[in-house]
């Protein structure tokens, strides 16, 4: 297992194509249209092309944004609005500076932020980016044999390295609702 300690993040490099944020990824945001259109008007973007990826349970349709150097950096899922989006180039960098194959020990994250990844995700680790819940970030494992009750042992994890970086829309608050009491009171 490795140790964060007192560790501070890694700011992202300024000359990065797509900075993932807890609100965005590079210039798209939660309100942003899930239209071809649309993610062409990106300067970063030279072209946008109908493809498929993978989620855990099944695939799915998705715009692959490619960079002016030809790199596919980006898959956005979605129909009318965006649901995730998948970073998977090496201009994609994650909020503390993760890029795409670095080592999991590098990324600084720790075992117990991680689940197995299941189905059509088998044999990757799952990884919530403790300081931002919307983001998480995918590792390959090789040698792990995907099993949800025990994730791979230091040796392993010394060989995983980031394969994808995954943002979904961040929830909103509502600070209308009541506060939800843990304790439940009996009655008398």
Same mark, same amino acid.
């Given at each position: 297992?490795?140790?964060?300690?007192?560790? $501070?993040?890694?700011?992202?490099?300024?000359?990065?194509?797509?900075?993932?944020? %807890? *609100?965005?990824?590079?210039? /798209?945001?939660?309100?942003?249209?899930?239209?071809?259109?649309? &993610?062409?008007?990106?300067?970063?973007?030279?072209?946008? $092309?109908?493809?498929?990826?993978?989620?855990?349970?099944?695939?799915?349709?998705?715009?692959?944004?490619? +960079?002016? $150097?030809?790199?596919?950096?980006?898959?956005?899922?979605?129909?009318?609005?965006?649901?995730?989006?998948?970073?998977?180039?090496?201009?994609?960098?994650?909020?503390?500076?993760?890029?795409?194959?670095?080592?999991?020990? %590098?990324?600084?994250? !720790?075992?117990?932020?991680?689940?197995?990844?299941?189905?059509?995700? &088998?044999?990757?680790? /799952?990884?919530?980016?403790?300081? *931002?819940?919307?983001? =998480?970030?995918? &590792?390959?494992?090789?040698?792990?044999?995907?099993?949800?009750?025990?994730?791979? *042992?230091? *040796?392993?994890?010394?060989?995983?390295?980031?394969? =994808?970086?995954?943002?979904?829309?961040?929830?909103?608050?509502? +600070?209308?609702?009541?506060? !939800?009491?843990? +304790?439940?009171?009996?009655? %008398?």
């Amino acid at each position: 297992m490795v140790d964060k300690g007192d560790l $501070e993040a890694t700011p992202p490099p300024k000359n990065s194509g797509f900075v993932i944020g %807890s *609100n965005h990824v590079g210039d /798209i945001t939660a309100q942003t249209p899930y239209q071809l259109e649309q &993610f062409s008007k990106i300067p970063s973007v030279s072209k946008v $092309e109908k493809t498929r990826t993978t989620l855990p349970l099944h695939s799915v349709n998705a715009l692959s944004l490619i +960079d002016r $150097e030809g790199q596919q950096e980006l898959l956005v899922i979605g129909k009318t609005q965006i649901n995730s989006i998948q970073g998977i180039g090496p201009k994609v960098v994650g909020p503390n500076g993760e890029k795409i194959g670095d080592s999991f020990q %590098s990324t600084k994250m !720790q075992v117990n932020q991680c689940k197995a990844g299941l189905n059509l995700w &088998f044999r990757l680790l /799952i990884c919530k980016v403790k300081t *931002n819940e919307n983001i =998480k970030l995918v &590792f390959t494992a090789p040698g792990y044999d995907g099993n949800p009750d025990f994730l791979p *042992n230091k *040796n392993v994890l010394k060989k995983s390295t980031l394969k =994808k970086i995954v943002w979904s829309p961040p929830v909103p608050k509502d +600070d209308n609702q009541p506060l !939800q009491h843990k +304790d439940k009171v009996k009655n %008398s």
